[in-house]
């Protein structure tokens, strides 16, 4: 079993930048696949990136593309999210997620074996 806990989260200008942390405990990451997710006030949850588990792999939902960046420690066992350029469309609660297989950005299970809880990131305009 993997415990994700995730934080950082919090209010942010628009234009600004934040960075969200994934810490795993119960296993090591090394061998998953790993990503991040955000769900909208009132709509789905949605695929935001991914990191292979060597980090030598990314994919990226085209709305962040260039503003979002995912990297990894495997030794520290810990997942980031950097968010640049924010923008008030990007309010969400933000989840960490793991995967003994491979993350995808297709619903409703996205490939995602260990759900982290949330935190909410808030831009404000």
């Known amino acids: 079993q993997v415990q994700l806990v995730v934080s950082g989260g919090g209010l942010v200008q628009a234009g600004g930048s934040l960075r969200l942390s994934c810490a795993a405990s119960?296993?090591?990451?090394?061998?998953?696949?790993m990503g991040w997710f955000r769900q909208a006030p009132g709509k789905e949850r949605e695929f935001v990136g991914a990191?292979?588990?060597?980090?030598?792999?990314?994919d990226y939902a085209d709305s962040v593309k260039g503003r979002f960046t995912i990297s990894r420690d495997n030794a520290k066992n810990t997942l980031t999210l950097q968010m640049n350029s924010l923008k008030p469309e990007d309010t969400a609660v933000f989840y960490c997620?793991?995967?003994?297989?491979?993350?995808?950005?297709?619903?409703?299970?996205?490939?995602?074996?260990?759900w982290g809880k949330g935190t909410l990131v808030t831009v404000s305009s």
């Open positions: 997620a793991a995967s003994t297989g491979h993350i995808t950005a297709i619903p409703p299970n996205y490939g995602v074996t260990y």
């Open positions: 119960g296993r090591t990451l090394g061998s998953y696949d």
């Open positions: 990191i292979s588990w060597t980090g030598g792999s990314t």
